[in-house]
């Protein structure tokens, strides 16, 4: 198979914009039987990032799936991206990484280089997270899939759930956003050659992909007690993302200035660039969210489908100086990009 690999999935937008959109999704899941277990303490009911099963009063384990099709060619480089995704859920529940189990599906006639490589890149990630690869499961399929499900533990007194925000708290991202669009650029641009893709810019995006939400993790947990409420920001968006993490007693208000961005993302969004998952999440957000006045490329961009993107933090105000300054110190994208507000009339409020 001589075909690129970004171009065998299905999906234009491959990494996390294959997700089914959330409107889809929770339909499904309201049909689901729920079996009463206290040992269970974090389920699919909220939309958290991982699953938590309490052990012992020490112990609890956190357990997540992730996988998806390409959105790059190399595939060693496809391997890290999607690892370092999967492990991402366990960094937003406050957790460590353990192990993690392979999930590959590949097309019969795809070289067996490829599928070597796809695998040595997420084993790189799983070295680099500290946790140990375990074994894992392979079929065919008509294109190439990967991901991981990775089991990790954490104190129950200590897990980080999405949607324990509190009034008054402010928001910090350790991402800059743009990766669904600046993909949608590159793979357009190897056709028509739009200026919307510099190798720069695509760089910038890769790097962010494959780059452990670790480092975050390790520098809010010195801040003990000073996260109120973690979750990655993923192929929902960041506008759905907050909605989630604003719940039912919140609203959730971000100024459209202080949002990190990629190098290339407002052009592609001021260029009419769009993905189809963005399009889900906008559709979902309808009656949810508030941006009179924000330019359609904004509104592009929070809606955006990220792949291995940033966490977002809800942080008391007296912390969040402090904090963003030891995430700065190795994270130069994140930012304070707003504040948690009492209910009000729409979840999300962008200004």
């Not at 959109?21 to 929770?26: F, R, S, T, V």
């Not at 995704?85 to 097309?107: E, H, Q, R, V």
């Not at 961009?301 to 912390?319: I, K, N, R, W, Y």
């Amino acid at each position: 198979m001589n075909e690129k690999l970004s171009f065998l999935s299905q999906c234009t937008s491959g990494g996390c914009g294959a997700k089914i959109g959330p409107g889809e999704l929770a339909q499904a899941l309201a049909k689901l039987p729920v079996k009463n277990d206290p040992a269970l303490l974090v389920g699919f009911e909220g939309r958290d990032d991982a699953a938590v099963y309490k052990i012992n009063d020490e112990q609890a384990l956190v357990s997540t799936i992730d996988f998806f099709s390409p959105m790059v060619d190399d595939p060693f480089l496809f391997g890290k991206i999607a690892a370092a995704n999967a492990l991402s859920d366990i960094y937003a529940m406050g957790a460590k990484p353990l192990f993690a189990l392979n999930l590959i599906c590949i097309p019969q006639k795809m070289e067996r280089t490829i599928i070597a490589d796809i695998l040595a890149g997420g084993a790189a990630k799983i070295m680099e997270a500290d946790a140990v690869l375990a074994g894992g499961h392979s079929i065919y399929d008509h294109e190439p899939k990967y991901g991981l499900a990775v089991s990790g533990i954490v104190d129950p007194a200590r897990i980080l759930k999405n949607n324990t925000c509190a009034a008054g708290d402010i928001l910090i991202l350790t991402k800059a956003l743009g990766i669904g669009l600046c993909m949608a650029a590159y793979r357009e641009d190897l056709d028509s050659g739009s200026s919307c893709s510099s190798a720069a810019g695509f760089k910038a995006a890769t790097d962010s992909m494959e780059r452990l939400n670790r480092y975050a993790a390790e520098k809010f947990s010195m801040f003990s007690g000073a996260v109120h409420a973690c979750t990655d920001v993923t192929g929902f968006g960041l506008a759905v993302h907050a909605s989630e993490m604003a719940g039912v007693s919140h609203s959730i208000q971000i100024d459209s200035a202080s949002l990190p961005l990629l190098p290339d993302a407002l052009c592609a969004a001021e260029n009419d660039y769009t993905t189809s998952a963005g399009n889900r999440n906008r559709n979902y957000m309808q009656g949810k969210i508030e941006m009179a006045g924000l330019s359609d490329a904004l509104q592009e961009l929070v809606f955006d489908p990220q792949t291995s993107g940033g966490l977002l933090l809800s942080v008391p105000a007296d912390e969040g100086d402090n904090l963003l300054a030891a995430l700065r110190a190795e994270i130069p994208d994140a930012a304070i990009i707003g504040s948690v507000k009492e209910k009000s009339t729409s979840p999300v409020q962008i200004i």
